[in-house]
């Protein structure tokens, strides 16, 4: 079980990694190694369960509690984020009950070690109870609910290196001060950055791993993060650092580890995959119709690493996916806002300090109340939560955090007519995204702004109609809501682009044309109007780009709005960055929301600028 650690303890994980090479290797005799076996038990529509080799001798059983991209959560998410299959969960209060739960279950089945394990992305992309602190909130409640390591995801990127730093080993924030008013002290457990390096020097900025030991067997966790950081989070902040190759670190790392008389390997990494439907629902625990960049990743991985805890997609799974001998891999992820738990059970054979075999099942964090006839309960458009599954001790943390930004957060700041989703339709247009593209031009028309764009990832929630945070009428939209649509505090800026210049920026919304490699649909503002084919050549894709009806002309100048996430380059739009003439409007991006809900209530955008062909 995890155990409350002193803060010493920062100072002495600078030397953990050459401590326990030095003691692993004195203690330990190398083992041969021997090629996994896979069963053939399993199915895609059945918990995951792997073999790995028959036991020689004793073995000892221990539990994995994974989760992922918990992204400050301490309060439930809401809309159909907060919703598995139909039942309300997540939450920090929530999770930490299920964690507890899960552990004293295993405890009770005679598994004396667990530990808790985070694949990335606690902070950045938070609700402003945590924002407004700079993560500081959720830090503490993971330091309460006792979680054990953690990989850096992605988000963990959001104010820098630096920032990420301080989040780590602690210390006041060097702007803002410690606004709580009792410090902040860090995170208690370490995070791991395998494959995010000093430009200066080639050394991890963080730990690469760290061992465990089960009755005596060390098991190795290695963490990283997607390569492709660099692409999707503010450059400013990475400008030190490289991100490397997944597969080629962490088999690197297993060699290294091999070389301490290590033979069981965990990879905790902030990148994953998603289930397709059939079946309808998808099995929180199932693997239906998998695919995503985490199979590549596993099918080029040391099948030393007999366990992946992945994340980044927002999805649930539970998977055994090939490694590199054609062996299976128990590979999972538990979807995102605490709204599920892993449960991963792990058998190790003491001789041969081997993974004998794995199962894992995601556990749904339930905070509803339940209606007699089995339906949950609902008020004002909201589920009921149920006092008796809240944990007293992260209570405490969220209440003193609530209270210190409820007069920000439950400010009335605007109103919308009906609920305004995140749903795409086929040509990857949503009704969100159409309001965020029409408040930033609306924001920026006195700088000349004629369009506005918006990148769909940047946009995190919708806006429900009836949700009443701080006791508001329905209809009435808080600045904690558009903070939790648009969570980042980016600048919006304008700049000049010629129409040439425009289609090119929307031809790199698709793969293979200006080094993108990941699709994705910008949202547009009202009057910019567009087709693409998605079956036609890189390059050549969008056509009939009209602004207010008239066609776009290529050598005529246009003023256009984003973000500066978006104008520096982020999610693989270089040619963003090649406007001329930028000016920065006021404030942050969330205030373009603000004012534009404030003119007037707003209705949900049409859905109609896009249009995809075959």
């Not at 927002?314 to 490694?323: A, D, I, V």
Request: aromatic share 6%.
């Amino acid at each position: 079980m995890a155990q409350p650690r002193a803060r010493g303890w920062r100072f002495a994980q600078h030397l953990a990694v050459p401590a326990l090479a030095v003691a692993v290797v004195a203690l330990l005799p190398l083992a041969k190694t021997g090629t996994a076996e896979s069963t053939d038990r399993w199915t895609p529509l059945t918990p995951a369960k792997v073999s790995f080799t028959q036991k020689t001798g004793k073995t000892t059983t221990a539990q994995i509690l994974g989760f992922n991209d918990f992204h400050g959560n301490i309060d439930p998410p809401t809309g159909s984020g907060g919703l598995i299959n139909g039942t309300p969960a997540g939450g920090a209060e929530y999770l930490s009950t299920y964690l507890t739960k899960l552990r004293n279950a295993a405890a009770q089945a005679g598994v004396r070690d667990s530990d808790t394990v985070v694949a990335g992305d606690s902070i950045g992309a938070t609700p402003l109870v945590s924002a407004a602190f700079h993560d500081e909130p959720a830090i503490e409640v993971l330091n309460k609910m006792g979680v054990d390591l953690s990989s850096v995801g992605n988000h963990e990127f959001d104010e820098g290196v630096t920032e990420l730093k301080r989040i780590q080993f602690g210390g006041c924030h060097p702007t803002d001060g410690c606004q709580d008013g009792d410090g902040f002290s860090g995170a208690n457990f370490p995070y791991l950055a395998a494959n995010v390096t000093n430009k200066s020097n080639g050394l991890p900025i963080l730990l690469p791993f760290t061992i465990r030991f089960y009755e005596g067997v060390p098991v190795a966790y290695v963490g990283m993060t997607l390569e492709a950081t660099p692409g999707i989070v503010n450059p400013a902040g990475i400008k030190s650092v490289d991100f490397k190759d997944e597969v080629e670190t962490a088999n690197q790392y297993s060699t290294i580890l091999k070389w301490l008389g290590i033979r069981s390997m965990v990879l905790v990494i902030h990148e994953g995959g998603a289930q397709s439907s059939p079946p309808a629902p998808l099995d929180p625990s199932g693997c239906a119709n998998f695919a995503g960049p985490i199979t590549d990743i596993v099918k080029g991985l040391d099948p030393a690493y007999g366990v992946v805890i992945s994340g980044h997609t927002h999805r649930f799974y539970t998977c055994e996916l090939p490694n590199s001998s054609g062996a299976s891999t128990l590979v999972t992820s538990a979807g995102t806002a605490g709204t599920l738990v892993t449960d991963v059970r792990v058998t190790l054979d003491k001789k041969t300090r081997k993974f004998v075999d794995a199962t894992a099942t995601n556990v749904i964090v339930e905070n509803g109340v339940k209606n007699p006839d089995g339906t949950w309960k609902i008020e004002n458009g909201v589920p009921v939560r149920n006092p008796d599954l809240v944990d007293p001790k992260i209570k405490k943390i969220a209440d003193k955090y609530r209270t210190a930004v409820a007069p920000i957060a439950n400010r009335v700041v605007g109103s919308v007519t009906a609920d305004i989703t995140t749903s795409t339709t086929a040509a990857g247009e949503s009704s969100m995204g159409d309001v965020i593209a029409d408040a930033q031009l609306a924001y920026t028309q006195s700088a000349g702004a004629q369009i506005a764009l918006m990148n769909p990832g940047g946009i995190r929630a919708a806006i429900t109609y009836a949700n009443s945070p701080g006791g508001e009428a329905p209809g009435q939209v808080t600045y904690g809501e558009c903070f939790t649509v648009q969570p980042f505090n980016n600048l919006v800026v304008t700049q000049s682009f010629t129409g040439a210049q425009l289609k090119d920026v929307l031809e790199q919304q698709f793969v293979g044309f200006g080094g993108q490699t990941v699709q994705r649909i910008l949202q547009v503002s009202a009057g910019l109007t567009y087709t693409y084919s998605a079956s036609a050549a890189a390059g050549s894709k969008v056509s009939d780009i009209r602004l207010n009806g008239t066609p776009i002309d290529p050598a005529a100048s246009y003023l256009v709005t984003t973000n500066d996430f978006l104008a520096n380059g982020g999610d693989g739009f270089t040619n963003l960055a090649k406007g001329t003439g930028r000016v920065t409007a006021p404030g942050f991006d969330v205030d373009a929301l603000v004012a534009h809900l404030g003119a007037a209530p707003v209705s949900p955008g049409p859905q109609n600028r896009i249009t995809r062909i075959a």
